[in-house]
T-cell receptor, first 113, second 114 residues
Framework: GDSVTQMEGPVTLSEEAFLTINCTYT??????LFWYVQYPGEGLQLLLK?????DKGSNKGFEATYRKETTSFHLEKGSVQVSDSAVYFC????????????FGRGTSLIVHP | DGGITQSPKYLFRKEGQNVTLSCEQN?????MYWYRQDPGQGLRLIYY???????QKGDIAEGYSVSREKKESFPLTVTSAQKNPTAFYLC?????????????FGSGTRLTVV
């Protein structure tokens, strides 16, 4: 079945550092890919998405490119802020799974001043 | 503004009690979902409903029950049969069978057994 694998955290960075959170997936069809963010004590929020190969999703300085050849959707940001500290979830959605998203286990990001 | 409202934010349950978590949405979404989140385990699907008066078990449905009598509402009951109910519960909604729309989540209910 479908699966999503994220790098384990926590990822600890200093403010203004470059961020990469790796995400790879396994799916038999042509899934859509998503990144969600969860701030402490809150629900998840959709951060960005991409629906086909080579699409780039972007929002709030974060970017991720749908790479079909490497089955990856890595999250990047050029300069992180303390306010970016949160848990980030990669997810996919496709027809085989009745479009119910498959989530990764989440990666915690801690940004120090 | 449209969104999902979960209540209460914090809930305490005594041993042997049933408790009901509320989830209401005004997004006009047909599909609604309940997830359980435990530290370090990501999200696990409890139940989902893609249309009124119909719902399906997810991966960890044992000890839980739901109803879907109205499009806007999808309450979750944690029964006494659920032996380890302490967790953070998240409700979500979406356009069903739409691979591109993504989920909208509520802000969660933290349930603690006392």
């Amino acid at each position: 079945g479908d699966s999503v694998t994220q790098m384990e955290g926590p990822v600890t960075l200093s403010e203004e550092a470059f961020l990469t959170i790796n995400c790879t997936y396994t799916a038999t069809g042509y899934p859509s890919l998503f990144w969600y963010v969860q701030y402490p004590g809150e629900g998840l929020q959709l951060l960005l998405k991409a629906t086909k190969a080579d699409d780039k999703g972007s929002n709030k300085g974060f970017e991720a490119t749908y790479r079909k050849e490497t089955t990856s959707f890595h999250l990047e940001k050029g300069s992180v802020q303390v306010s970016d500290s949160a848990v980030y979830f990669c997810a996919l959605s496709d027809k085989r799974g009745s479009y119910i998203p498959t989530f990764g286990r989440g990666t915690s990001l801690i940004v120090h001043p | 503004d449209g969104g999902i409202t979960q209540s209460p934010k914090y809930l305490f349950r005594k041993e042997g009690q049933n408790v009901t978590l509320s989830c209401e949405q005004n997004l006009n979404h047909d599909a609604m979902y309940w997830y359980r989140q435990d530290p370090g385990q990501g999200l696990r699907l409890i139940y989902y409903s893609q249309i009124v008066n119909d719902f399906q078990k997810g991966d960890i449905a044992e000890g839980y029950s739901v109803s879907r009598e109205k499009k806007e509402s999808f309450p979750l009951t944690v029964t006494s049969a659920q032996k380890n109910p302490t967790a953070f519960y998240l409700c979500a909604s979406s356009i069903p069978r739409d691979r591109a729309s993504g989920y909208t989540f509520g802000s969660g209910t933290r349930l603690t057994v006392v």
